[in-house]
């Protein structure tokens, strides 16, 4: 059976993915030079940082990874739930994040490491925020599932099984966002350093705002 994406779903899945990806290169030009919007690589550099017994790095390292899994939490009270539907709180969720990306600024300026820490809960309530659609799996923040259902998408074609066009579509709309939000993030930071963060917390908060408008509206044609 067809789904058909809200509109709404194409325009979160473009700009959600495109935050991460200019939040992530901002983390990964900045001083700790530290990818905050995913954890496989934190959590390999975690096993080298207690293999050298380099404890600084240990601690930044679970910082970041608890972190993350607070961000997700957050989400978790504010949402309660992990599928995507419109009448869920997202707009506080989205605030949320956009306080985070703020917070994160001056932080980062001062060369802590809690700017680091707050980039990264803000990508860990992104990530949980958006879970799931229509059976697919959505993860805004991070690329390795969206290429793997891809590539299943692909083998499934080559051997002429039905393909889920939607879930495949709106994986390629999430790998496009992150890429040019990366392309974006790294043109920002090499003009603004940490100001580029100005940029997404402004496009969450934005989101947010849009979010709850199209939702007011929505309730308004059902009624």
Known sequence: MKVRLPTWVWIGAIVLSCVAGIVNVVGFLGFEHQAVSHLTGSTSQ???ALAHADWRAVGHL???LIAFALGAVFSGLIIQDSTLQLGRRYGIALAL??????LAIPLFKQQQIWGALAAAMACGLQNAMVTTFSGAVVRTTHLSGM????????GHLLRGLPVPMHRLTLNGLIISGF??????????FARWQYDALLVPAVLTGLSGLGYVLYRQW???RQA
């Not at 994040?97 to 703020?102: F, K, V, Y």
């Not at 290429?147 to 692909?154: E, S």
């Not at 890429?179 to 920002?188: K, Q, R, T, V």
């Open 147 to 154: 290429f793997t259902d891809l590539g299943i998408g692909l």
């Open 97 to 102: 994040e956009s306080a985070l990306l703020l």
């Open 46 to 48: 975690l096993g080298i």
């Open 62 to 64: 679970w910082g970041l």
């Open 218 to 220: 929505a309730v308004r």
């Open 179 to 188: 890429l040019a939000g990366g392309i974006l993030g790294a043109w920002l």
